[in-house]
């Protein structure tokens, strides 16, 4: 496989009794790359998340995350990824570097490094000051800062991201892309997301895929994708252009519907 590739889905495939959330995907993404998909409720990307972190197993199909099978070494690819989940993954009734903390065991960072790893860390996403506090204190924003630099603890070589800025306010939202593109630039990680903003994405992102019902119908440079459809256009013109039929009102509602019930029952 090509030594730029950071990611290779072949024929992924994820099923849920008849539904196919994910279907037959075969794409990559390049070293370096900071990647949307981008898609309505209901249309996979969570799915797609979850088999590419081993979280899930695939139904069909396989995936190469650095040239590792998600299927053959799971337990390697972990190594090598950290992913922040669409809901809330931090523990509220923990303090930030007491987090921090626990994942630095859980990753077997050494002992003697745990403690100058995390205070880096809390640095790099402006969380020195509110380090001993706990998490149920903090505000969306910073909960997210938190989660990115927990998965970031073991220096992976792709971070995954599902919605990382759902439900924050604008100034939030700024200041969690900010944070984001400084580690990508610092430290070249790949970086994977997913995301209901068209402005996150062109923000971030160089490259774009959209996903409809389990399959890509468009992928490209984001700068090229907006004009190829003309001089000023944008990439929610890009979006509506490829998914805006096929948002069925029904579909949508109940997929709303799922997510907050599920949100409602973790309590977030
Ligand atoms: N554990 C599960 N069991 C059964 N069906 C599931 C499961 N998880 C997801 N689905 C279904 O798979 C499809 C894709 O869901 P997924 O959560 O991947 O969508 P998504 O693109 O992330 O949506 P959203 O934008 O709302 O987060 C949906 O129809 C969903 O209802
Ligand atoms: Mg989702």
């Not at 069909?60 to 669409?86: C, T, W």
């Not at 403690?115 to 000051?129: A, F, P």
Request: glycine share 8%; proline share 3%; hydrophobic share 40%.
């Amino acid at each position: 496989m090509d030594d730029l590739i950071a990611l290779e889905c072949k024929a992924l495939t994820k099923r849920f009794g008849s539904l196919v959330a994910v279907d037959k995907l075969s794409f990559s993404v390049q070293k370096q790359d900071i990647f949307a998909l981008i898609g309505p409720n209901g249309a996979g990307k969570s799915t797609l998340m979850k088999l590419l972190t081993t979280i899930l197993p695939p139904t069909e199909g396989d995936a190469f995350i650095e040239n590792i099978s998600i299927l053959k070494y799971p337990a390697k690819v972990r190594e090598i990824i950290g992913y922040v989940p669409q809901l809330i993954s931090a523990d509220g009734s923990l303090t930030g570097y007491e987090n921090l903390l626990l994942f630095s065991k859980l990753y077997g960072i050494p002992k003697n490094e745990r403690d100058k790893r995390i205070q880096q860390s809390l640095e790099t996403m402006g969380l020195s000051t509110v380090a001993h506090r706990y998490v149920s204190e903090y505000s969306g924003g910073m909960v997210r800062r938190l989660e990115i630099i927990l998965a970031m603890l073991h220096n992976p070589k792709i971070l995954f991201l599902d919605e990382p800025t759902s439900g924050l306010d604008p100034i939030a939202r700024k200041t969690v892309w900010e944070h984001l593109a400084l580690i990508h630039k610092r430290d070249g990680v790949t970086i994977i997301l997913t995301t209901h903003d068209m402005q996150e994405a062109d923000y971030l992102c160089n490259k774009v895929a959209i996903i409809l019902k389990g399959k890509i119908v468009e992928m490209g440079d984001t700068e090229k994708l907006k004009s190829a459809l003309g001089e000023d256009a944008t990439l929610n013109d890009v979006f509506i252009k490829y998914a805006g039929n096929s948002i069925e009102a029904d579909h949508a509602y109940k997929e709303i519907a799922r997510r907050r019930r599920t949100e409602s029952e973790r309590g977030s």
